[in-house]
């Protein structure tokens, strides 16, 4: 069974301010497309929902998916979604995750 996808307002703001940054360094089509891609990997836990690595420590439930040894997505799987709750960027202490 697919599960639907779900963004945290956090981490839409985690993304959001990523493509800001991406783009005041390289350019609005290359944060255009880095973007797309943590969409795409979002997209695919609906598919492969424990393709992640689980971490207890963040919190009871969460997961991390590491995508391209740059960014870290973590995220809670439902009976029917795959909530996002946050994504790092570049070392970003992960511990700082909080209450999401």
């Given at each position: 069974?697919?599960?639907?996808?779900?963004?945290?307002?956090?981490?839409?703001?985690?993304?959001?301010?990523?493509?800001?940054?991406?783009?005041?360094?390289?350019?609005?089509?290359?944060?255009?497309?880095?973007?797309?891609?943590?969409?795409?990997?979002?997209?695919?836990?609906?598919?492969?929902?424990?393709?992640?690595?689980?971490?207890?420590?963040?919190?009871?439930?969460?997961?991390?998916?590491?995508?391209?040894?740059?960014?870290?997505?973590?995220?809670?799987?439902?009976?029917?979604?795959?909530?996002?709750?946050?994504?790092?960027?570049?070392?970003?202490?992960?511990?700082?995750?909080?209450?999401r």
């Amino acid at each position: 069974m697919a599960r639907s996808l779900r963004f945290h307002p956090d981490a839409r703001a985690d993304l959001a301010r990523l493509r800001d940054w991406i783009a005041r360094e390289a350019g609005d089509a290359r944060a255009g497309g880095y973007l797309a891609r943590i969409e795409e990997a979002c997209r695919g836990l609906c598919q492969f929902p424990l393709m992640g690595r689980a971490d207890e420590e963040l919190g009871p439930g969460l997961r991390v998916l590491g995508f391209e040894r740059r960014a870290a997505i973590v995220y809670r799987v439902g009976e029917t979604t795959v909530d996002i709750l946050a994504v790092y960027h570049g070392g970003r202490d992960l511990r700082a995750l909080g209450e999401r």
